[in-house]
């Protein structure tokens, strides 16, 4: 018994001996690098309260004196992490009641199984630290933006979110997807899919359509003297918005306007009707991610970019340039940014999981039959009344 007390004492003093040693020598680096950097307050340096060792690495928390942001210290973020010898990629700076420093010593995964959220609470990924994280279709961020470059893993994530959003208390959803329906085309037959447009006119009238809801739930709210809508939530979701870029001479340039000018106003005012926006673009422009778009839609999800120019126009910075070239490596920006692996789900797995739930077109193509109609791709059915 004794011999295994003895032992005990020993790991213990060990894991305080290397804790102290971890805290000495990150102080003292980073206190060099913040000397070097001037990052001082008259003669005053920011000082390493502690240090936690955790099975992802070590958090260090920052005491700064009055004097010095704490932004000033995270625009260094580069140089502090070289001067601690760890990648920029594995060093997170934050601040959250003091400054907090969080050195990752844990891989990423590279892939990230697809697992259920909670209504309208989507699984989005996992951090660094390999905790899950979720948008929140009811939060404070409701309109989402999703960018990067082809391949990156966009229509995955679409894919992902979409199949969580069936379940549970499933919006009235109308998807947009003008590659002939190639990526939402899955979802068509659900009784949540109030519409599946694969032309620009169909996109339009979708999108109106969701506006004249958006704007009839307003009058009852106001007849209420209520502030926000409490049933059941609407969302548009676009696959790509560089569909609406016009060119010199383009004859469906009018039309694209108009999309672009009602998913404004939905941007702006859809939030407190409980209508919201899913928009999706590889190729994101300053045209096509019209500012007045982007003023309103404070979440984005953005793959890794081709170049600075398009991570800043999703998140303003250049971060999503800089993400390695893994497929599912986002950064999701809400009220702060965070690096994740998104879920990777097939479109045969995504298939299977929707099949439990109830279909429409299916009834409706059945009745089509019985009444001899020869209308066969329900595609071609246009747009369901919103009910
Ligand atoms: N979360 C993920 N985890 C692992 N692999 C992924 C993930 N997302 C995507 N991939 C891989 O990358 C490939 C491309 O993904 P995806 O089709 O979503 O890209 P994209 O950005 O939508 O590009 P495009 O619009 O050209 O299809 C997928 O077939 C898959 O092999």
């Known amino acids: 018994m004794f011999a295994s007390i003895g032992f005990g004492l020993l790991c213990g003093s060990l894991v305080s001996l290397i804790s102290s040693f971890s805290y000495f020598s990150l102080s003292n680096s980073f206190i060099s690098a913040c000397k070097s950097l001037n990052l001082s307050s008259g003669d005053a340096l920011p000082i390493v309260n502690a240090t936690f060792e955790n099975q992802w690495g070590t958090r260090m928390l920052v005491g700064l004196p009055v004097g010095l942001s704490s932004t000033k210290v995270m625009d260094q973020q580069r140089a502090i992490a070289e001067a601690l010898r760890v990648t920029p990629d594995n060093m997170e700076m934050r601040y959250d009641d003091g400054l907090i420093i969080d050195i990752i010593k844990k891989e990423m995964p590279i892939k990230v199984p697809y697992r259920e959220g909670f209504g309208y609470k989507v699984f989005i990924g996992v951090n660094k630290r390999g905790e899950e994280r979720f948008y929140d279709f009811d939060g404070p961020f409701p309109h989402l933006l999703i960018g990067g470059i082809s391949g990156g893993g966009k229509s995955v994530m679409l894919r992902a979110i979409l199949t969580q959003l069936v379940f549970g208390p499933a919006p009235d959803l109308f998807?947009?997807?003008?590659?002939?329906?190639?990526?939402?085309?899955?979802?068509?037959?659900?009784?949540?899919?109030?519409?599946?447009?694969?032309?620009?006119?169909?996109?339009?009238?979708?999108?109106?359509?969701?506006?004249?809801?958006?704007?009839?739930?307003?009058?009852?709210m106001f007849s209420n003297g209520s502030q926000s809508?409490?049933?059941?939530?609407?969302?548009?979701?676009?696959?790509?918005?560089?569909?609406?870029?016009?060119?010199?001479?383009?004859?469906?340039?009018?039309?694209?306007?108009?999309?672009?000018?009602?998913?404004?106003?939905?941007?702006?005012?859809?939030?407190?009707?409980?209508?919201?926006?899913?928009?999706?673009?590889?190729?994101?422009?300053?045209?096509?991610?019209?500012?007045?778009?982007?003023?309103?839609?404070?979440?984005?999800?953005?793959?890794?970019?081709?170049?600075?120019?398009?991570?800043?126009?999703?998140?303003?910075?250049?971060?999503?340039?800089?993400?390695?070239?893994?497929?599912?490596?986002?950064?999701?920006?809400?009220?702060?940014?965070?690096?994740?692996?998104?879920?990777?789900?097939?479109?045969?797995?995504?298939?299977?999981?929707?099949?439990?739930?109830?279909k429409r077109i299916l009834e409706l193509e059945a009745e089509q039959h019985e009444h001899g109609s020869s209308q066969t791709d329900p595609l071609d059915g246009n747009f369901i009344e919103l009910r």
């Open 229 to 358: 809508w409490e049933g059941r939530k609407m969302v548009f979701v676009m696959d790509e918005l560089a569909d609406l870029k016009t060119r010199a001479g383009d004859p469906e340039a009018k039309l694209k306007q108009e999309i672009k000018t009602i998913l404004t106003r939905i941007s702006a005012k859809g939030r407190a009707a409980g209508v919201l926006l899913v928009l999706c673009t590889q190729r994101p422009s300053a045209d096509v991610v019209d500012g007045l778009i982007k003023t309103n839609i404070a979440a984005s999800i953005c793959f890794r970019t081709r170049d600075d120019t398009q991570s800043r126009i999703v998140l303003d910075h250049n971060g999503a340039a800089e993400l390695p070239d893994i497929p599912g490596r986002l950064i999701f920006q809400s009220a702060r940014d965070e690096t994740l692996q998104a879920p990777f789900i097939s479109a045969g797995d995504a298939k299977q999981i929707i099949s439990k739930l109830p």
């Open 175 to 220: 998807l947009c997807d003008l590659k002939g329906g190639v990526e939402l085309g899955l979802y068509r037959e659900l009784e949540c899919v109030k519409g599946l447009a694969i032309t620009l006119q169909q996109c339009r009238d979708a999108a109106a359509a969701v506006e004249e809801e958006m704007n009839r739930r307003y009058s009852v």
